[in-house]
């Protein structure tokens, strides 16, 4: 007793096969899709590389890209198979390979839906790597003769002018690190000596920023020394000034732009893992699945153009269950050996069934050889 | 004598159609593109509208999306004509229309190559224009307390840090404005009170430049003030430093940046002329073998395409009395008015002459 039998015209298959073939098609287009939304967050990781810690982060866009290749390849083998089923000549080569492409689809719709969660769960680490990462590139801001660090500081100043954000977690990170380099610090001025002797480890610091953090929308020229120091300007007031410098941290202002297209790419994903759902399962496993039978069937028939029955298991799930253990089972015993024979296969054990001879059951007999 | 005739068969008049169909609707996407060069265009001078004086470079854009437009009106129209061509019922209603057709097209392309002439030639006016922009930009850059003018210093500031640019023509511009406003100054201290006193109108000249002309790409922190005095910092020399400021002055980097832009517009605006001759040249070998065809017994049959019917000079001469007699048909004729006041008289004797025999 089939599960789900439906009847086929030769009409019918051939346009099942057809919409199989363009739902095929449009899979393909949303496996590009992930694609690129995969390579646009490699390209934006790889753009701010140089303010990131090393950090697990790498992952999430390689397995988009990965999952995206993988979809366009299921979905071109998918349509092939669907055009080439209206053919039954070339439906007989794929025959073998119709089960594996239902499982591998289902296995790769599972991948879809863990690529749309992993996008979600990327900000911690994310925020991890920035702290650190921001904080090394604050230290070696001054550092621009050392190889390797020389376009650290053009990086982190087009960085607070391009987000607008100033320091690590606020401009006070500035006053913590010695960000003028030693070569442009005058050691015969009482003043320099004073401030590298005030504190343990040598360093020139300042309650002053670069001018990257300057705000734009301030009324006044930009105050970037003596910042903390209320009588150095004229009308000025630190604690409520906030128009003069960009107040915001840069790993906030950061952590944001990444959690915003982050969550775009993950909608994203989302909606094309449920649109997979849907066409997948429902239209390409019932689809192919019906089309596979029904066109098995018509070759026992041995007629192209009649009808067929196609179904989704030839028995019921019960039986169906029952007959693949018992593959399985009989897998299993094919590597074990067989003790009643003293363990050599090779003995003719004699059949104990009775012998059928005939409706007489009379043996038969021998008959003479001629001389 | 016909100017450039070709033969045409019927099968060579049907491929005419074609070919011009698909032309026209590929001048009709065209004209879309010109359409959206000329808006972009326009966005990019409007964004910046700030720091220039006059509008005279508008008329660029102005005149690409009005092209644009029109092109997609008049590559329609003639797609619609190709439609028409090959059916002897419906082609003769476009007899006069084609006409027109053929006079907005030729002056869509005068049009067109006007652009490119006025691109080149309006040059000096938008330098003018950013120049005097500019200065009264640099000047009102304090102004953030005057209505009108407190968007100043943001536009100048995110100007500079854009275009990677300082002051008008390089830094020294700020140099001889007084940017910081006389609310910040402090009038009691010795240094404001020399520097207001050592120029004629009482300003607070210093040699330092806002923030936004720093050099991001410099190896030392920016240096802002003081940039004369080589003293006043440590192993600096004013004359050879280059990278602690932008060298670039506004005007230039702005000039440079819409140059480029209507440089990179030139290459369409000149295929899209080569394809509106093109459309028009074949629609006038399409309308006049059709016509030919049409006049014969034999519609099928081969006719005979050209440019004009008459050559050059005689088409002008052609045109010339067909103007004068339009201006013509306005004014009275005097020979015609003495005419039909004979013929009126000549009618009354005709009606007196009747009644006297009869009496």
Redesign the interface.
């Known amino acids: 007793m089939a599960v789900l039998r439906l009847k086929f015209t030769k009409n019918e298959r051939d346009k099942l096969a057809q919409v199989l073939w363009i739902l095929n098609w449009i899979s393909v287009l949303t496996g590009i899709l992930l694609f690129s939304l995969g390579l646009f967050l490699k390209v934006e990781i790889n753009k701010r590389g140089e303010l990131m810690a090393e950090r697990d982060i790498q992952y999430v866009p390689n397995m988009l890209i990965a999952v995206g290749l993988i979809a366009c390849a299921i979905n071109f083998l998918g349509g092939k198979i669907c055009y080439d089923c209206v053919d039954t000549n070339k439906f007989l080569r794929w025959k073998l390979i119709m089960l594996p492409y239902i499982i591998c689809t289902f296995f790769f719709t599972f991948c879809v839906l863990v690529g749309a969660l992993m996008c979600y769960s990327m900000r911690g680490e994310l925020e991890e790597s920035l702290n650190l990462g921001l904080t090394e590139a604050i230290r070696f801001y001054k550092d621009t003769d050392t190889p390797g660090r020389c376009f650290l500081k053009r990086t982190v100043d087009m960085l607070q002018m391009e987000f607008h954000c100033c320091g690590n977690n606020g401009y006070k990170d500035w006053f913590q690190i010695q960000w003028i380099s030693n070569r442009y610090l005058d050691m015969s001025q009482k003043e320099v000596v004073d401030r590298l002797r005030s504190n343990v480890e040598g360093k020139y610091l300042m309650s002053g920023v670069p001018f990257s953090c300057c705000n734009l929308n301030s009324p006044r020229p930009c105050i970037q020394q003596h910042v903390t120091n209320n009588s150095a300007h004229f009308n000025y007031e630190h604690q409520t000034e906030a128009l003069n410098l960009w107040m915001r941290g840069c790993r906030e202002a950061l952590l944001e732009y990444y959690t915003h297209i982050m969550q775009s790419i993950g909608l994203t994903v989302l909606l094309t893992w449920l649109f997979e759902v849907m066409d997948a399962c429902l239209s390409v496993l019932t689809g192919v699945r019906y089309l596979q039978t029904s066109l098995e069937n018509v070759l026992r028939q041995g007629d192209l153009n009649s009808e067929s029955d196609g179904w989704l298991l030839e028995n019921s799930f019960m039986e169906t269950a029952r007959t693949n253990l018992n593959i399985i089972k009989c897998l299993g015993k094919g590597n074990q050996i067989d003790t009643a024979n003293n363990g050599d296969p090779n003995i003719n054990v004699p059949s104990t069934s009775k012998a059928h001879y005939g409706p007489d059951n009379v043996p038969l007999k021998e008959i003479p050889e001629a001389s | 004598m016909a100017l450039l005739k070709i033969k045409f068969t019927q099968q060579r008049r049907v491929h005419l159609a074609q070919g011009l169909w698909l032309l026209s609707w590929m001048a009709v996407m065209w004209g879309g593109v010109i359409f959206c060069l000329g808006v972009y265009l326009k966005t990019e001078l409007l964004r910046r509208a700030e720091v220039m004086d006059n509008t005279e470079i508008h008329v660029v854009p102005n005149i690409l999306m009005m092209v644009g437009l029109a092109s997609i009106g008049t590559n329609w129209v003639a797609s619609r004509v190709c439609q028409d061509s090959l059916d002897p019922t419906r082609f003769p209603r476009w007899k006069v229309p084609l006409l027109a057709w053929f006079a907005v097209a030729t002056v869509l392309c005068c049009l067109l190559i006007a652009v490119v002439a006025l691109s080149y030639a309006l040059q000096g006016s938008l330098e003018e224009s950013l120049k005097v922009g500019l200065r009264n930009g640099i000047r009102f850059y304090k102004d953030?307390?005057v209505p009108g003018r407190?968007f100043q210093?943001?536009t100048i500031?995110?100007l500079q840090?854009e275009f990677r640019c300082c002051g008008n023509n390089n830094f020294k511009d700020w140099f001889e404005v007084q940017?910081?406003?006389n609310?910040?100054?402090?009038f009691t201290?010795k240094d404001v009170k020399d520097r207001i006193r050592s120029n004629v109108d009482n300003r607070y000249l210093l040699d330092g430049v806002?923030?936004?002309c720093?050099n991001?790409?410099s190896?030392?922190?920016?240096l802002?003030y003081h940039l004369t005095d080589n003293n006043a910092?440590?192993?600096y020399d004013y004359q050879s430093e280059e990278l602690n400021l932008y060298s670039r002055g506004c005007r230039q980097a702005l000039t440079d940046y819409y140059m480029e832009l209507m440089n990179s517009t030139g290459p369409g605006v000149l295929s899209v002329i080569l394809i509106q001759l093109s459309v028009l040249l074949s629609l006038r070998y399409l309308q006049t073998a059709v016509e030919t065809a049409m006049v014969l017994e034999d519609p099928e049959g081969d006719s005979e395409g050209y440019l004009l019917e008459k050559g050059v000079k005689e088409t002008i001469e052609d045109l010339k009395i067909n103007a004068l007699t339009m201006l013509k048909f306005g004014q009275v004729d005097p020979n015609a008015a003495e005419g039909s006041s004979e013929v009126a008289d000549a009618e009354k004797d005709e009606k007196d002459a009747p009644p006297s025999p009869a009496s």
């Open positions: 953030t307390d407190c210093k943001e500031d995110r840090m940017w910081v406003s609310r910040y100054l402090d201290s806002p923030f936004s720093c991001p790409t190896p030392r922190p920016c802002r910092h440590f192993n």
